[in-house]
């Protein structure tokens, strides 16, 4: 493989692993976007929804088979699922702590995330599953670079559905109710607008989206684990900021930018692939203390 | 349809006053409590085994290492998620310092102290600027480091670690039975309540509660809230070094694996748990932290769920901790 | 009324905390410390089983020495720390010996606190070569060690010509203990490592260090860590075209990781110590082990039940409970033959010989190669 | 001389001119003003002056030097104290220790003094505390040092407010809408404590005013804004008769005709 082939390949698989990152990351900043909470449990949810859609899938495949048409059908049952047990998780656990100091929300949410993960690991023993679908490894070749459907079809997914977010968000009613209760959540209250709904839609949005990450990642990667949230609720947060936490369209930017970091990150010569964390956190880092806003952050002007 | 959210968060509820430790609100109880434990404390050794006596030894262990974090998250607001390099350089340094060097463990304290006063300081200077979420990712960001770090050089022994550390002595008696660490730990211990207590009621504690307050009163008030800032960093990077030293001289072995980002958030877990800024409540929180799992050992692969769902309960019905801080 | 409950619920928790892990007068007390929880747990459960299993046969046949095994559990969660608990609380409970050690970066530690309390210790599955520094003479190790391992590996790429291997492991001891180990034996036998890579434990896209890897043009790829990570790195590896030889360490031998990779594993080779589908002596062992716990043994089963099989033949031959005589017996030991084979003791107290085997997948399951 | 030298000072934000060239200079030992109709950029000079915002362009002399872009705690430091248009005490803080939060840049004791309680450290407590009690009752709140600055009435947040701003021993007091919730009897009282401020402690003072009858009868120079610029400056007469303040207070005729 010549050098160009290989950055050519690496910028491939950077743009798939950031899709990835990209979709998780938009819950999280949906999320801290309307209730400005950092929802540690969001990696978990991802891994319920891998686990969901395994159980769906499990079920469905005897009917519609384990291809394409069975993993979309699990996919949106268990972002179906997922998203009201986000729902469900604010309501119980983040709803009563709103007025609490903000660390203990906080922590609350690492208690959420804990509760997740180790009842998944409680069910499955601590087994990796086995995620087994009937996808193939045919694909295309551009020059040297090797490209597979399944990849085409995850990124376009992940395309599709934040393409849709993004209308969402900026085009209807509901959408306007979520950047106006961002700005100011009592004004919302005073102008009519059903604040606890819109804050429970949010919710099923951004978990369904993480869901809809995790069964991706379930079908493609093939294993499934209690504790594959951890790693990517890990990277996600560090996109959300990367792109400025609270902005829809830093979230994609911040995923798709550590996707690429980490992949041509392994590139760099005379620094072994034992570095490549320290590489994204140190870039992290830097852009913080030189753009502590993020990328598509916004400045608040503070009025005394 | 200008109707007002019926399930509206209550403003102004007193929070941390609910549940069926409420019983733990008044002074007098409190001392009560105290006094008998302190007691308990002290003649452990004699009366208990030494199962109990290193579950013991790690619980205080935690209080200090909790003491520590609470000078950043509970005196000054900083939300630290990468406590743990604080320790892992404390207990690094111990490491290298006597295994490779050969240096009396007494010497390496006051290197480990020197490190984590740098550590402190490359940490905090850039990003004591930056607002409490940013300074959550970065002080992460910089706790994986460290850990990386410490994982991939060859001086601090790989991802194997450093084992055969040398267990410190006194005076030609050698510290290396658990009833000794205990004791060790436990004036740590001590001293360490003794230090944030002093800290807490002075000029410096106050600062860091103005620029957790409020910081921009704080800095038309004159106080230069990143140096305020940056001092409870420090300090609590000193909590943590010495911490590890002292982890690195009982455990004779440490490797990556002990300070990764879940250690960090144990330990912030001990410090929110029992109630920030307060004294007795980090120490409550700490032993709460260390005695759940084991007491729940029986449960076996459960435990930890369980542990979390008692944490889920008390942040619930007392969101300021089991031991609060109290208000005049 | 409050107040005395909660009184009688804290000297309640007190007087617990006291009781709880005093000496119970009992038989002949061995201690199983393995990973009951966390990441290893299941292994470790594993382990667990058929060491009670062992001890089970042994109560049903009279016994040692008269006495009844009773067997008591300390849960090292894969942690150092949590270790050095579960080691403490075994040596606490008066233990007459302990069998187990699945983590070696959780056993370490905890050879200082069975060294210093002269327990003999069996270790059935950890085998990072920096447990033989740290052993005090009180410790024997029944699997190969890494150096066996290596040699066993080396010995198969030369075979299959392979001059350019890439190494990967996962950043904890055991798999860069190996990987250290066949980078320095492959480089001093004159061929080249082309890559030295790691992979962060529960990522799960490798496709960046693939390209790496495949940009560096390998004649083989051996994974030294454990079966998880290393079915999705298999699978991204064999979906990214590379063709030639994969070969992965004990830590992977599972079905698992022909499960998850599925046809992307076959031809994959692994290294392992014996397992009951290869051992002829272990049939038995196997149907009971499945009659008693409904469910397959798993690669390290046969290895701690001879563990418990091994301690209780030390403690007879000894004549007695008490720890050194035991430990002197254990040195000793000439005729004991487990299932995975016989056991001998080297003066590093590590098994005198090598028994690795080299497996090969084929059509989605583990066959001895060759 | 002039304690303060504000000269063509210029603030923008995201395009938006909020203060455009304006100078204007505060003597030492006098009662100065500034006014201007609501949004005129009053706050925002306040908080350029006290490094809260960073002009755009523009210089400001403090006692002669330099203070243009400086970080608040530093201009606090030079001797300019403040007090926030929406009260910013520390809440959950007792009174005193509200006020002795103004004596921080006054003293240094550091952490190694805390922890062994050195002698300098506990004069320096001391003397802490009885400046800060000299600022209370000096407001005339002595009596309510200990109670938890929220659970005060408005009125003695208030006073809080300026014992703390007296507290870090300034030269120049800048009070932001000192008499904004008060009552008449203590605006009147107000009145008192800005001259007593003056005569008794040597403190220059510059107040952001709407309440006209309070800036007609303490200050000796009125500086008007409108706009971001100034309109006009003088005493207080002066200022009452100029047609360009009264356009800017009640609007032109025209204005009203639409």
């Given amino acids: 493989m010549s050098i160009q082939d290989i950055l050519l390949q690496q910028l491939a698989n950077g743009l798939i692993l950031g899709s990835f990152y990209a979709l998780v990351a938009l819950g999280y900043t949906m999320v801290y976007g309307i209730i400005k909470l950092l929802n540690f449990a969001h990696g978990d949810l991802y891994m319920i929804g891998a686990f969901i859609g395994f159980l769906f899938l499990s079920v469905l495949s005897p009917l519609i088979g384990d291809s394409w048409v069975g993993i979309l059908c699990s996919m949106v049952l268990s972002m179906i699922a997922v998203g009201l047990l986000g729902v469900l998780i604010q309501r119980i656990a983040y709803q009563p702590m709103l007025s609490a100091p903000r660390l203990s929300i906080l922590i609350t949410a690492l208690a959420v995330s804990m509760i997740l993960s180790n009842a998944v690991m409680a069910f499955t023993d601590g087994e990796y599953l086995a995620f087994s679908t009937d996808l193939g490894y045919e694909g295309l070749e551009f020059g040297n670079v090797f490209v597979t459907y399944t990849q085409m079809v995850l990124v376009g997914a992940a395309a599709l559905l934040m393409t849709g977010l993004y209308l969402f968000v900026h085009r209807t009613m509901y959408g306007k109710a979520m950047r106006a209760i961002a700005i100011d959540q009592d004004a919302c209250r005073l102008m009519g607008i059903h604040v606890n709904r819109i804050i429970a839609l949010t919710f099923f949005i951004g978990t369904s989206l993480a869901a809809s990450a995790g069964i991706m990642a379930g079908a493609y990667y093939g294993s499934i684990h209690f504790f594959m949230g951890f790693v990517i609720g890990l990277k996600a947060f560090t996109a959300a900021v990367i792109g400025g936490i609270g902005s829809i369209p830093g979230a994609m930017l911040g995923g798709l930018l550590l996707g690429l970091l980490e992949s041509f990150g392994t590139q760099i010569p005379f620094i072994g692939t034992e570095w490549k964390d320290v590489f994204s956190f140190g870039i992290l880092i830097l852009l913080l203390v030189f753009k502590p806003t993020g990328i598509l952050g916004r400045t608040e002007i503070e009025r005394m | 349809m200008a109707r007002i959210d019926s399930a509206a968060p209550k403003t102004g509820d007193v929070a941390g006053t609910g549940g069926p430790l409420r019983w733990l609100d008044s002074q007098k109880n409190r001392l009560i409590v105290l006094t008998v434990l302190a007691f308990l404390a002290m003649f452990l050794p004699l009366i208990s085994s030494n199962y109990v006596l290193e579950v013991m030894t790690t619980a205080w262990f935690y209080v200090m290492l909790c003491l520590g974090l609470n000078i950043v998250v509970g005196y000054a607001g900083l939300l630290d998620l990468g406590y743990a390099a604080f320790f892992a350089v404390g207990a690094y340094t111990t490491g290298i310092l006597t295994s490779h060097f050969g240096v009396n463990f007494w010497l390496t304290i006051p290197a480990a102290v020197l490190f984590s006063i740098c550590a402190g300081v490359i940490i905090g200077g850039p990003t004591l600027r930056l607002r409490s979420d940013y300074l959550a990712i970065v002080t992460l960001g910089f706790g994986e480091i460290v850990r990386i770090i410490a994982r991939n050089l060859e001086i601090t022994g790989g991802a194997s670690g450093l084992i055969g550390i040398e267990k410190p002595s006194i005076f030609g008696f050698e510290l290396n039975q658990i009833f000794h660490f205990y004791y060790v730990f436990l004036i740590l211990a001590c001293l360490a309540c003794f230090v944030s207590y002093r800290l807490q009621h002075s000029r410096l504690g106050r600062a860091w509660q103005y620029v957790r307050e409020d910081e921009d009163a704080a800095e038309a008030m004159g106080i230069d809230r990143v140096a305020v800032k940056l001092y409870a960093y420090v300090i609590g990077a000193i909590f943590g070094g010495v911490a590890g030293c002292f982890f690195a001289a009982k455990m004779t072995a440490i490797s990556p694996e002990t300070f990764m980002f879940q250690q960090s958030v144990l330990i912030l877990l001990g410090v929110v748990l029992g109630g920030m800024g307060k004294i007795p409540g980090v120490i409550v929180g700490a032993f709460a932290l260390v005695l759940f799992p084991e007491v729940f050992r029986d449960l076996g692969s459960s435990r930890i769920l369980v542990f979390a769902i008692v944490m889920l309960v008390i942040m619930l019905y007392r969101p300021k901790g089991i031991w609060p801080e109290k208000k005049s | ?370 | 001389m002039a304690l303060l030298d504000v000269e063509n000072l210029g603030l923008s934000f995201a395009g938006l001119q909020v203060i455009k060239e304006l100078s204007f200079s505060v003597d030492e030992g006098s009662i100065a003003s500034l006014i201007g109709p609501n949004g005129a950029g009053k706050t925002s000079v306040f908080n350029c002056l006290t490094g809260f915002y960073k002009p755009n362009s523009g210089e400001i002399l403090f006692n002669g030097r330099p203070i243009t872009r400086k970080r608040p705690y530093k201009i606090t430091r030079r001797g300019m104290a403040r007090t926030f248009q929406n009260l910013r005490l520390f809440k959950s803080m007792s009174v005193l220790e509200n006020v002795m939060s103004g004596m921080h840049c006054r003293t240094r004791s550091g952490p190694l003094g805390a922890i062994l309680r050195t002698g300098s450290q506990r004069r320096e407590e001391a003397e802490i505390k009885e400046f800060c009690e000299f600022c209370l009752d000096f407001v005339g709140i002595l009596g309510e040092k200990d109670r938890t600055a929220s659970n005060l009435p408005y009125g003695h947040q208030r006073r809080v407010e300026w014992a703390r701003a007296l507290a870090t021993k300034p030269k120049l007091l800048l009070l932001d809408e000192p008499a904004a919730g008060l009552n008449f009897d203590e605006k009147q009282q107000l009145i008192e404590l800005i001259k007593r401020i003056r005569e008794e402690l040597k403190i220059t003072i510059l107040l952001i005013e709407h309440d006209m009858g309070l800036v007609m009868k303490v200050s000796e120079m009125i500086t008007v804004i409108d706009y971001g610029q100034k309109i006009a400056q003088g005493s207080a007469e002066e200022v009452q008769n100029n047609p360009r303040v009264i356009e800017a207070y009640l609007g032109r005729e025209e204005d009203e005709v639409v």
């Fill in chain 3, 1 to 370: 009324m409050r107040k005395s409950l909660m009184l009688t619920a804290i000297s309640g928790a007190v007087a617990g905390m006291f009781l709880f892990g005093q000496v119970m007068a009992a038989d002949l007390k061995i201690g199983i410390m393995v990973p009951t929880t966390g990441s290893e747990a299941t292994s470790g459960k594993d382990m667990e089983n058929a060491i009670k299993l062992a001890a089970m046969e042994i109560n049903e046949g009279g016994g040692v020495l008269g006495m009844k095994i009773d067997t008591m559990t300390g849960d090292d969660a894969c942690d150092p720390q949590q270790g050095t608990a579960a080691a403490t609380k075994l040596v606490s409970a008066d233990v007459a010996a302990v069998v187990g050690g699945y983590c070696s970066g959780a056993t370490l530690p905890t050879l200082k606190i069975y060294g210093d309390a002269n327990v003999p210790f069996v270790i059935a599955a950890a085998n990072s070569t920096k447990l033989i520094d740290a052993n005090m003479g009180n410790a024997y190790q029944i699997n190969s060690t890494g150096f066996d391992q290596v040699a066993t590996a080396v010995a198969l790429f030369e075979k299959k010509g392979a001059k350019k291997l890439a190494v990967v492991h996962q950043g904890d001891g055991y798999s860069e203990d190996l990987a250290k180990l066949t980078r320095e034996k492959w480089t001093a036998m004159g061929n080249e490592v082309v890559a030295y890579e790691v992979v962060n434990k529960g990522e799960q896209d490798h496709s960046a260090l693939v390209t790496r890897i495949k940009s560096k043009a390998p004649d083989a790829v051996f994974w030294t860590a454990y079966y998880a990570d290393g079915a999705l790195l298999i699978k991204q590896l064999r979906q990214a075209g590379y063709r030639n030889l994969i070969a992965v360490g004990d830590g992977s031998n599972s079905p698992k990781l022909l499960e998850i990779a599925g046809k992307a594993a076959e031809g994959v080779y692994c290294f392992s110590n014996p397992t009951v589908d290869y051992l002829p002596a272990a049939k038995e062992f196997h149907a009971n082990y499945k009659k008693t716990f409904n469910q397959e043994p798993d690669a390290y089963a046969a290895l701690a039940y001879d563990g418990m099989k091994l301690m209780a033949d030390a403690i007879n031959r000894a004549g007695s409970t008490d720890k050194a005589a035991i430990i002197k017996a254990l040195g000793e030991t000439t005729s004991f033959t487990g299932i995975a084979g016989p056991v001998s003791f080297t003066d590093k107290n590590t098994l005198a010989r090598s028994n690795f085997v080299t497996l090969i997948a084929k059509d989605g399951k583990w066959a001895l190669s060759e």
